[in-house]
């Protein structure tokens, strides 16, 4: 009997419009001959399941629909929300409550991750080289030559809890660094100043494949900005080189280290870690759980270098889920 499947896309936070792309690709590219599969649009004014044009509510007692008199109870969950709440665990902790089996790492993990402070000061605990950074709350009070001080210039403000370099500046003057402050707030309460790593930028890929965890090919990020920011992600302003132009040596420490990650925080099912190389030894940034999964998305292009189809790929995280 075919399983049904819930792709959840949309949320809550800045990247609604990216998650609505990663949910179609995927909702296209699972084997319909497998499963009946349902696009559920998770936004803050309504959760609802889109058929035909028409919208369909979600009962949140059991996340469930109801079709021409018909009760549709789903099986699985494909999580493809970045941002609140797919990204952040608090999704995945009420379908974990009500024993709704789903794609992503456990909701602790998610939440974990999404906090950019907390995921850093743990992998440090397994000497797992970062940035020098300063951790800032909304309100309190800082001195910005102490912060310069520490980090140096240039160095990035980010949001500690947002994606898609959505509130990320790169500041190279004193009088620059309030501005980027004031932009990264607007994103979250809670921001990371980070020292300037000046050196090679890859993302890899882990994920969960048929019981294993594999570490998928190195990409090798060149921005024609700045730095890697919306418009080099999203707008083709970038050149993303898979297989990176690493050495072997550099491969092998990097696909070490990011495996290593992988387990330390507890990871299950899809993760996209950022790494600078600085002499050869790789800097970890940041992991994503929910990584983009349009064919041009960087995770994707990984799966395909190894071998791996949009249609397996997507597959392969249902069928993970519903064996725990």
């Not at 109801?66 to 665990?89: K, R």
């Not at 910005?144 to 994606?163: D, H, M, Q, S």
């Not at 500046?169 to 990371?192: C, G, H, P, T, W």
């Not at 600078?276 to 990984?302: C, K, R, W, Y």
Request: hydrophobic fraction near 40%; proline fraction near 3%.
């Amino acid at each position: 009997m075919k399983k049904n499947i819930a792709v959840v896309m949309g949320g809550y936070s800045s990247e609604v419009e990216i998650s609505l792309q990663s949910g179609h690709v995927v909702y296209n590219h699972l084997d319909k001959e497998k499963y009946h599969v349902y696009k559920v649009l998770i936004l803050p004014q309504k959760w609802v399941v889109a058929i035909e044009g028409k919208e369909y509510p979600i009962d949140k007692n059991n996340f469930s629909f109801t079709i021409n008199n018909q009760l549709i109870l789903f099986d699985c969950v494909f999580n493809a929300i970045h941002g609140d709440p797919g990204e952040n665990g608090s999704l995945l902790a009420y379908f974990d409550l009500i024993n709704l089996k789903h794609t992503s790492a456990p909701f602790y993990q998610m939440a974990l991750t999404f906090n950019k402070r907390d995921t850093l000061s743990i992998v440090r605990k397994y000497n797992i080289a970062t940035a020098t950074s300063v951790y800032i709350n909304q309100g309190e009070n800082f001195s910005v030559k102490n912060i310069i001080t520490k980090v140096g210039l240039p160095c990035f403000v980010k949001p500690n809890n947002a994606g898609s370099s959505f509130g990320i500046s790169k500041v190279y003057k004193e009088e620059n660094m309030i501005a980027a402050i004031e932009k990264a707030f607007q994103e979250d309460r809670e921001i990371l100043i980070e020292r300037f790593l000046d050196g090679t930028e890859v993302s890899v890929g882990v994920i969960t494949y048929q019981g294993e965890t594999i570490v998928l090919p190195i990409t090798e990020i060149v921005s024609e900005n700045d730095f890697f920011d919306y418009e080099a992600k999203y707008m083709g302003e970038s050149q993303e080189i898979t297989p990176a132009r690493l050495n072997k040596t550099q491969e092998a420490k990097v696909k070490e280290i990011a495996l290593k990650v992988y387990k330390v925080l507890g990871m299950k099912g899809f993760s996209r870690s950022e790494y600078i190389l600085v002499n050869d030894e790789p800097h970890f940034l940041e992991m994503n759980t929910v990584p983009g999964m349009t064919e041009a998305s960087i995770l994707p292009q990984q799966a395909a270098h190894h071998g791996i189809t949009l249609t397996e790929l997507f597959g392969n995280a249902i069928e993970q889920a519903l064996t725990i």
